[in-house]
């Protein structure tokens, strides 16, 4: 992972932990943990990290239990991470969708009918969206960890039983697992020149 990305995860980190703390009740070190999905060593240096720039503040309780509470900077702090956030996925949102939307015009253009997305996730909504604005259909759905569900009336199967329609161009429809799907599909044998990433370079 890049400085920048490193960079995102953290504040992102923060700002899951800054919105917990704000609610009203008193959260455990291992709560928090749950709550947002963080390792609770991991929580114990963010806090500290946290507590150190003045934007959470300990209190204690009895039998060596403590309280995090939310200091006015730290206040500020959620309010300007909740920002920065919500910029990032929405412009993450209109690149993708734009993406996709020029990846399924050139594979129009050179005569494919139909697609199959490989991976499903909040990009995958983005991708079929941008695929309903061209003469595209979607053949299949494949994602070994969703088999079973329905993805827009299109029951999601597993990369193996997907793979099985040779000549379908196989569109890659998910940012988060996009190298494991690569290679998980080179692996049952689907060439690269069939396998498809919006946004990348020819």
């Given at each position: 992972m890049n400085d920048h990305?490193?960079?995102s995860v953290d504040s992102y980190r923060s700002f899951l932990l800054l919105s917990e703390i704000a609610g009203e009740e008193?959260?455990?070190q291992r709560?928090?943990?749950r709550r947002a999905g963080i390792a609770v060593g991991l929580v114990n240096s963010y806090l500290k990290n946290l507590v150190a720039k003045g934007y959470v503040r300990v209190k204690n309780f009895p039998r060596n239990r403590y309280a995090y509470l939310l200091t006015p900077t730290?206040?500020?702090e959620k309010s300007r991470l909740a920002y920065q956030h919500l910029s990032y996925f929405t412009n993450l949102y209109t690149v993708a969708r734009q993406d996709?939307?020029?990846l399924f015009r050139r594979l129009e253009e050179s005569g494919v009918r139909e697609v199959?997305?490989?991976?499903v996730d909040e990009v995958a909504e983005v991708a079929y969206l941008s695929l309903r604005e061209t003469g595209l259909e979607l053949a299949g759905v494949m994602d070994d960890g969703r088999q079973g569900d329905q993805f827009f009336g299109v029951k999601v199967v597993s990369l193996a039983e997907g793979v099985r329609r040779e000549g379908v161009p196989v569109v890659i429809s998910s940012l988060k697992q996009r190298d494991e799907l690569m290679?998980?599909?080179r692996g049952l044998g689907v060439p690269k020149t069939g396998i498809f990433i919006a946004?990348?370079?020819e």
């Open positions: 990305s490193d960079k008193p959260l455990s709560e928090l943990s730290g206040i500020a996709y939307l020029d199959i997305f490989c991976g290679e998980a599909l946004g990348a370079t």
